[in-house]
């Protein structure tokens, strides 16, 4: 059993506040990632729960056991660095085998488990080569090897993907998966991408400025973003958001009203595949400015009165720049924010 | 605008003419001073130097000197540059505390320590106050070498360590911390995190530190000549009761000469021995 659990943990650099009481359970053998923007404490949390840097308050807990005064070796984690930490003085081979020789393993298992980690990641090629001798991506897959070959109860992972073309990472992706999920390791996965997040995650951690804004399964966190910061991050393009002022329930975007949770100001979080283009006549009013064909659908840029707006067509649809169309929102698919605190409002 | 492949050369050239001209010019001359003989050259002030009473007992005193007082040096400063690193606030002070023998020429290290260790210093002076001694005794003569030897030993590792100090901690400086870090998340002890991570990436610090106190060490004369005077002869003490006492330039020259070739010889030692490729550097 190697469940990780952050309660209330708080933490500052002098007057600067990175975390501010963060609390996240994450189950045995759940792989949670830690989403958003640079600067927002992702790596001061994972540090903090490898036992790299204090909390100025709160209690980490892995394995049922209090770990805050426990040093890094005695809590039983693996860690992919941010910038890998790959020892410069060792080749390929003696880096990933590190943690498993300092754990004294018999040179067998060292070898086979260094060669399995290495073929997974696909660096079998470089095992003799030295670290400075190698791209960012592959250094990047030897600090992942490293952690692997370990196998580790609990696994606490940097952005270890950042530095692959779109290709390799996808195909790491789908490898690190299945190998996490067979292995059953306890997986805390920091990220700014957000499909890399969505694709790999069994739930998503949303950080924003040192607090956990949302926490849950990916779809459920796309659908439903409990903050217009949550609506904004995840999706691409990003959701868009209309302000608009409700009475008797229903708010106003031109000629088109929708059923609003609440009368006054209101704020409508539409994504751009949650409606459909249809006559100028019919649905929310939108001035397309420019038409990018994106090969599957054609990303469609305007404005609906003066607030942004983007939007999506079918690959085939006749929209040139300049033209109005109207957009057929899903009742069921938009979300609704109280412009003032940016949380989520519940129909009533 | 492609890179012009002499222009190194040119940009360390001023350096080259300043050595050329100060240190390797006054090198020859010594040279061919410790080679002139009554008719043209010979070996004959070399074969004075060997056979010189005091030649063996100082080149041994010179090399025991350096075996002891240069290990010592290296795995005290380490020490200290490894508890240096853990300090957070007060560590600048620690350090300028640490360094302060750094300040002090040789001669007054030396004589600083002539007055803790002679017969009416202070040494006795606590040794006579705590019961242990029944009046003034002389450490520092011929019937007592080892103490002798432990006193300048002890003198030359205050005041020489510091500089060993300095290299290191600025060596220390430049690995970069995750991997300690990395180091101690894969399981490594404070000790295996020193023996594993630290001390390989610092190996081009200790190489320079090691060249540069050796050479210094086989140079040693202030210090032995404040506290024994000829009671320990080392090399460069009789290179200069040579030049001075006895007006013979070239048995001086011989010795000198000598104490180039063992620094040359060490340098290029520690050059191989601890060669760190430019793959393996942090
Ligand atoms: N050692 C430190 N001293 C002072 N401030 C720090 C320190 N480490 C982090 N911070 C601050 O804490 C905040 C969070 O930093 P952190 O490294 O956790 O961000 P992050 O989410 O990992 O960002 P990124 O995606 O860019 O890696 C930042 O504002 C950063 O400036
Ligand atoms: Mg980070």
Same mark, same amino acid.
């Given at each position: ?11 500052? *650099?002098?007057?600067?506040?990175? @975390? ?9 053998? %759940? ?24 909390? +100025? ?23 992919? *660095? ?21 754990? &004294? ?10 060669? !399995? ?6 660096? +079998? /090629? ?20 490293? $952690? ?12 270890? @993907? +950042? ?6 990472? @996808? ?5 690190? &998966? ?13 990220? /700014?991408?957000?499909? %890399? ?10 950080? /924003? ?40 329930? !229903?708010?106003?975007?031109?000629? *088109? ?22 006559? $100028? ?16 659908? @054609? ?43 940016? !949380? ?5 | ?120 210093? #202070? ?19 011929? =019937? ?39 180091? =101690? ?54 290179? #200069? ?28 030692? #520690? ?12």
């Amino acid at each position: 059993m190697a469940d990780i659990l952050i309660d209330r943990v708080a933490k500052s *650099f002098g007057a600067a506040r990175a @975390l501010a009481e963060v609390s996240l359970q994450v189950a045995d053998g %759940e792989f949670v990632a830690l989403l958003g923007p640079s600067g927002c404490g992702k790596t001061t949390l994972l540090r903090i729960v490898a036992g790299l840097e204090t909390a +100025s308050g709160g209690r980490v807990v892995i394995g049922g056991r209090d770990v805050g005064a426990l040093p890094p070796r005695a809590r039983g984690i693996a860690m992919v *660095f941010q910038n890998y930490a790959v020892f410069p003085h060792m080749t390929v081979a003696d880096n990933i085998g590190f943690g498993l020789r300092m754990q &004294k393993r018999p040179v067998e298992e060292v070898a086979r488990q260094v060669g !399995r980690a290495a073929e997974m990641l696909r660096i +079998s /090629h470089l095992l003799d080569r030295w670290p400075a001798r190698l791209s960012g991506g592959q250094r990047q897959r030897v600090a992942v090897a490293r $952690a692997l070959a370990v196998q580790p109860a609990v696994l606490l992972m940097d952005e270890p @993907l +950042s530095n692959l073309d779109a290709l390799l990472r @996808l195909e790491m992706r789908a490898d690190l &998966k299945a190998v996490l999920r067979e292995a059953g390791t306890t997986t805390l996965y920091v990220t /700014h991408d957000q499909t %890399e997040a969505m694709g790999l995650a069994d739930r998503i951690a949303v950080m /924003h400025g040192g607090v956990i804004e949302q926490i849950g399964a990916p779809g459920a966190i796309y659908a439903r973003p409990a903050t217009r910061f949550v609506g904004g991050f995840l999706g691409s393009p990003p959701m868009n958001f209309l302000l608009c002022s409700a009475s008797g329930g !229903r708010a106003a975007i031109g000629d *088109f009203a929708l059923a609003a949770p609440q009368d006054g100001a209101v704020m409508l979080g539409l994504r751009a595949e949650d409606a459909v283009p249809v006559g $100028a006549a019919e649905g929310i009013p939108f001035d397309v400015r420019v038409v990018e064909p994106m090969g599957a659908h @054609l990303l469609l840029t305007g404005a609906v009165g003066d607030q942004p707006l983007r939007a999506i067509a079918p690959p085939d649809a006749a929209i040139a720049p300049g033209a109005r169309i109207g957009l057929r929102p899903d009742p069921a698919r938009l979300s609704w924010f109280d412009p003032e605190t940016g !949380r989520r409002l519940e129909a009533a | 605008m492609a890179p012009k492949p002499w222009v190194p050369y040119l940009l360390i050239a001023p350096a080259v003419l300043f050595l050329g001209a100060l240190f390797l010019l006054p090198l020859v001359q010594t040279l061919v001073l410790s080679l002139q003989g009554e008719g043209g050259l010979s070996f004959a002030n070399y074969a004075r130097m060997l056979g010189d009473l005091n030649f063996a007992d100082a080149l041994r005193n010179t090399f025991l000197l350096t075996l002891v007082v240069v290990p010592v040096q290296i795995a005290l400063a380490l020490l200290m540059a490894t508890m240096i690193a853990r300090i957070g606030a007060g560590r600048d002070l620690v350090l300028w505390v640490w360094v302060i023998p750094l300040a002090i020429s040789d001669l007054a290290a030396g004589l600083a320590w002539l007055a803790i260790l002679q017969s009416t210093g #202070y040494l006795n002076s606590v040794l006579f106050a705590l019961g242990l001694l029944d009046g003034p005794t002389p450490w520092l003569t011929q =019937e007592t070498p080892v103490v002798l030897f432990i006193g300048i030993a002890l003198a030359e590792i205050w005041r020489a360590t510091a500089i060993v100090l300095v290299i290191l901690v600025a060596g220390m400086q430049l690995i970069p911390k995750e991997f300690g870090e990395a180091a =101690e998340v894969f399981g490594a002890s404070p000790w295996q995190r020193f023996r594993r991570v630290t001390l390989p990436l610092l190996k081009p610090s200790i190489q320079s530190a090691l060249i540069l106190r050796t050479v210094l060490a086989f140079e040693v004369f202030a210090v032995v000549y404040a506290l024994g005077g000829r009671n320990f002869p080392v090399l460069v003490g009789e290179a #200069y009761v040579w030049q001075g006492e006895n007006q013979n330039t070239g048995v001086a020259a011989a010795y000198a000469a000598l104490i180039m070739l063992i620094s040359m010889l060490a340098t290029f030692v #520690y050059l191989r021995v601890l060669r760190t490729p430019r793959e393996q550097m942090a």
